[in-house]
Each structure stands twice: as C-alpha cells, then as structure tokens.
C-alpha cells in the first residue's frame, strides 16, 4: 500500500518562503513521476507543479513558474516544492501525487495513481 505524506505547510507572510515536502512509503522499488496541486477554498484542484522519475525534467504551471522549485530524493523517496515569494493567492491546501511506471512529466490529475492528504499553505497580505 502507497501512502504520501504532505508536511511544511503554514501561514506565511506575502513574499515569504515555505518549503513543502511529500514523503513515500510502500512500493518504493519502482519507477514514479511526482507532482503537486492545489485547491483554494471554493474552487477545482488545479496543477502546480511536476518532475519526472530522474528529476531532470520538470513541468509548471504558468502562475507559479519563477516563483516555485519542485525537486526529488530518490533515495529519500521524497519530493519537494520550494515555494518563493508567496501570495496571497497562493493560499491553498496542497497535494502530492505520484503516478508509477512513468519516466515523463505529468500535469493532469486523473493521471495520478495515488494521492496525500494535504497541507494547508495560507499566506497573509
């Protein structure tokens, strides 16, 4: 059984800095793409952030590009989202996602085979 676990979340001042972290257990012999969403209250979940299984490829969206850093410990089965810069529209409850048996990138949810339960990021203006 897969399990993500989402820490690092808090309530940060607008240009703040937070560095969240997703750490995976269970099935840790395979190969998985990582990736990052987020659903601000009364709205969808949307993409944020996504690396593939090596790291060396990685995928944003258009309103966090510049400003957040995905990366990954394999060895550490962990994934990371440096977030610079926050706003306060960046306030949200945030997921990981892994999708297994993938080398690329991926952006759409339904892709994704398993999911954490999130973490709350609230920045004030």
Known sequence: QVQLVESGGGLVQAGGSLRLSCALSG???ST???GWFRQAPGKEREFVAAINWSGGRTYYADSV?????IS???PQNTVYLQMNNLKPEDTA??????KYGSLSVHSGQGEYDYWGQGTQVTVSS
């Open 72 to 74: 990954r410990d394999n």
């Open 93 to 98: 409850v945030y997921y990981c996602a892994a």
């Open 65 to 69: 590009k510049g400003r957040f850093t």
């Open 27 to 29: 099935r840790t012999s």
């Open 32 to 34: 998985y793409a990582m």
